[in-house]
């Protein structure tokens, strides 16, 4: 399984990005995929979860509103669309699917995920 983030960068706050993930894996549909980040000095700490089918979706609070999961099963391929950015959104993103059986609301949590991408810096300057 690999799991390849992209589309971090350097943006002003108010700007929005889109990132990508995209996974070698062969029946993605199947399974939850989750963004986390990690600022510096930080924990990794839960962005967003959709389920196989990307009809539901499950935010942290410091991101409802602005951010968009949204999930392609056909390219399998997870997204982060990230609306109006803050100076605390910069960390490094995060892509990672969850393990058989996990449920979206149960999505928030690290141990419900068994592969990591490597990670996309995004940083975003005031």
């Known amino acids: 399984v690999q799991l390849q983030a992209s589309g971090g960068g350097l943006v002003q706050a108010g700007d929005s990005l889109r990132l990508s993930c995209a996974a070698s894996?062969?029946?993605?549909?199947?399974?939850?995929m989750g963004w986390f980040r990690q600022a510096l000095g930080k924990e990794r700490e839960f962005v967003a979860a959709?389920?196989?089918?990307?009809?539901?979706?499950n935010y942290a609070d410091s991101v409802k509103g602005r951010f968009t999961i949204s999930r392609d099963n056909a390219k399998s391929t997870v997204y982060l669309q990230m609306n109006s950015l803050k100076p605390d959104d910069t960390a490094v993103y995060y892509c990672?699917?969850?393990?058989?059986?996990?449920?979206?609301?149960?999505?928030?949590?690290?141990?419900?995920?068994?592969?990591w991408g490597q990670g996309t810096q995004v940083t975003v300057s005031s």
């Open positions: 959709v389920t196989w089918n990307g009809v539901s979706t």
């Open positions: 990672a699917k969850a393990r058989w059986g996990t449920a979206v609301h149960d999505g928030r949590f690290a141990h419900s995920y068994d592969y």
């Open positions: 894996i062969q029946t993605f549909s199947a399974y939850v």
